[in-house]
């Protein structure tokens, strides 16, 4: 029962997110060029399921404004693409802390 609601809290949570997403990807876009500042990112992992790996980079990819771009031959990191993440730190954080923490409580 608790997994499930653990599976439910994740999709609400990203529903949310994507909302929040295509939100700030309108934004930036309708505004002047100079604003768009796109990097590639590289999101350290940790070696093992490949249930995480598969939700998280997929999760990225549908997400406004960032892609999946790779996995290191060693499965120690991911590769993004990110169209305007603001504080690089931050939004690196924020998805580890946030997306992967939460896809790790959904699965475990």
Do not use: Q
Request: glycine share 6%.
């Amino acid at each position: 029962m608790i997994r499930i609601a653990r599976i439910l809290g994740l999709m609400a949570w990203f529903a949310w997110e994507l909302i929040l997403a295509n939100f700030r990807m309108a934004r930036d876009v309708l505004l002047p060029l100079g604003r768009l500042k796109p990097v590639i990112l590289a999101i350290p992992l940790e070696p093992g399921d490949e249930r995480l790996l598969a939700l998280f980079s997929n999760g990225i990819t549908l997400t406004p404004g960032t892609l999946s771009l790779d996995v290191s031959e060693d499965r120690r990191y991911l590769f993004i693409h990110a169209m305007n993440p603001g504080d690089v730190e931050r939004f690196r954080c924020d998805l580890m802390r946030d997306f992967l923490g939460r896809i790790r409580r959904a699965v475990s």
